[in-house]
């Protein structure tokens, strides 16, 4: 909508509330002079609130409020809006001080009334779309709650009380960029709800899988395809008290109907919490019944909501590669991306991070292989922290100058020294892996797919196999090569079929031993 469009709405929306307000006000003053009641306040017939309801049309449809239910929301707006309309209302109720609605007002002044409209579980009070002070429940206070007042009057406020456990909604990206695998799942989101309209709640959406950049970006087209915003519910920060809960889950409830917000709970942070924290994630899923899309690494059970499950992996190598050509540029790329794409699987909020940091570090002018370098150490710096979680860094003592030494080709640099040693040679390798015990390495030598045997106490090696691989670009079908736990066997992959597969190629007896 543009801000021309907006502007008209604004107006048309505010002239339906006046006439709104203006029907109920009528109701009241004929009650008090005691005269016929006139006709309700029909429709409206303006064409942009066709295209796009009155705020009070909306909130009436969404909540399933009746005409009474509706005029009585009215009736505590109209004491908000008007000091008038609240002398009307002690009039009415034949006290000076009751300048206030009430639902003995409501019953007695209304047309269609029925003493359900104030049951704990009816719209008004299930929705806390209005709120009765303490005291009887006929002749007390009834107050609009702030929230809807603002959305009735076209102001795009987030509720208060949401502040600290919801993200404000955002509208959806005018435009995504998504790979095509991410596109596929997004699809089957709006599928999965359009599907069920008018059919209940709309089945939970799980994303499953280890990337969250990933998952957030399919839960991000699907909102896009679906015109809704997107709001994030702050796992961290839900109250554990079930009451407490439970109040907050009818507010978000009530945001996302007004707003036609899609909302997102990230349920990664809580697994192998406390079973309190659990409980609250349990009872939030179970008991939102708005379209609601759960991030989690692995998939969560639900008790009674229907659920989809989807596994979200990243883009593929492809994907990477066409993604890097559109970050960087295919001329400035110099066939680099095939090399990124294959070696980083970064994710695309990872690829536009490295992007982003490489092009600091080079200037618009710089050469293709400077840009290239600095890709390479920005998608390593993206890569490190999820390996710093698995094992401890350690700063190398040795430099590459060190590392490279006329003698031999294969060098070992054991824990604590300063310089490496010649464990190999006559042969270049691609892969090396060493024996379980310490003795002995395995490689595929490069360019011949041929595997190598050598001790890493004397240097000696010998030629085990051929292994036929094509060495081709997918990885798997590279060898390899690792050892058996018993130094039996040497395992490697090869596709001298055409096919990729696992083989075992047995040492002869005392070949290993010959080398020490």
Request: with cysteine; aromatic share 6%.
């Amino acid at each position: 909508m543009t801000t021309v469009e907006a502007a008209a709405w604004t107006a048309a929306n505010k002239a339906r509330l006046e006439a709104v307000i203006t029907g109920v006000r009528t109701r009241l003053e004929e009650h008090v002079a005691g005269s016929q009641r006139s006709a309700i306040v029909a429709p409206s017939a303006d064409r942009l609130l066709a295209e796009r309801p009155a705020a009070i049309d909306h909130l009436a449809a969404v909540f399933g409020l009746s005409s009474f239910e509706r005029d009585i929301l009215i009736l505590c707006a109209g004491v908000e809006f008007e000091a008038a309309f609240g002398e009307l209302c002690a009039r009415a109720q034949g006290d000076p001080a009751r300048t206030h609605a009430t639902f003995s007002l409501a019953l007695a002044a209304l047309p269609d009334a029925h003493w359900s409209a104030l049951a704990p579980n009816a719209p008004l009070r299930h929705w806390r779309l209005v709120e009765p002070a303490p005291g009887p429940l006929a002749t007390s206070e009834l107050r609009i709650d702030e929230r809807v007042l603002h959305y009735l009057v076209g102001v795009d406020a987030v509720d208060d009380r949401l502040a600290g456990y919801v993200e404000p909604p955002r509208p959806p990206p005018i435009q995504l960029d998504v790979v095509p695998s991410h596109e596929g799942l997004a699809r089957r989101i709006v599928r999965a709800w359009t599907d069920r309209l008018g059919e209940g709640p709309p089945p939970l959406i799980e994303l499953c899988g280890a990337d969250p950049s990933s998952k957030r970006v399919v839960a991000e087209a699907a909102a896009l395809h679906l015109g809704m915003r997107l709001a994030t519910i702050r796992t961290e920060s839900l109250p554990l008290d079930p009451r407490e809960l439970e109040a907050l889950i009818r507010l978000c409830e009530r945001e996302a109907a007004l707003t036609a917000t899609v909302l997102i709970l990230d349920g990664d942070g809580v697994e192998g919490q406390d079973a309190a924290r659990q409980a609250a994630l349990t009872q939030l899923v179970e008991g939102l019944a708005s379209a609601l899309i759960l991030l989690v690494r692995d998939r969560r059970p639900t008790r009674n909501r229907p659920a989809m499950v989807i596994d979200v992996a990243k883009p593929t190598t492809s994907e990477q590669l066409a993604m890097w050509q559109a970050l960087v540029g295919p001329d400035r790329l110099d066939g680099q991306g095939d090399r990124l794409a294959s070696q980083f699987d970064l994710g695309i909020r990872g690829m536009r991070e490295a992007t982003a940091e490489a092009m600091v570090e080079v200037s618009s002018t710089a050469d293709r292989n400077e840009l290239a370098g600095a890709l390479w150490d920005a998608c390593r710096a993206q890569a490190r922290p999820r390996m710093d979680d698995l094992a401890q860094r350690v700063d190398a003592r040795a430099r590459w100058t060190d590392l490279v030494l006329p003698e031999g080709n294969l060098l070992a640099l054991w824990p604590g020294a300063e310089r490496p040693v010649v464990v190999g040679r006559g042969y270049a390798y691609d892969h090396v892996n060493a024996s379980r015990d310490g003795r002995f390495w395995v490689g595929d030598e490069s360019g011949a797919a041929r595997l190598v045997v050598g001790s890493l106490k004397t240097g000696r090696c010998a030629l085990l196999c051929e292994t036929g691989s094509s060495l081709s670009t997918p990885q798997y079908t590279h060898p390899h090569p690792y050892f058996s736990p018993d130094n039996k066997w040497v395992i490697y992959n090869s596709d001298r079929t055409g096919i990729p597969h696992v083989y075992a190629a047995q040492l002869p007896d005392g070949l290993l031993e010959s080398l020490e």
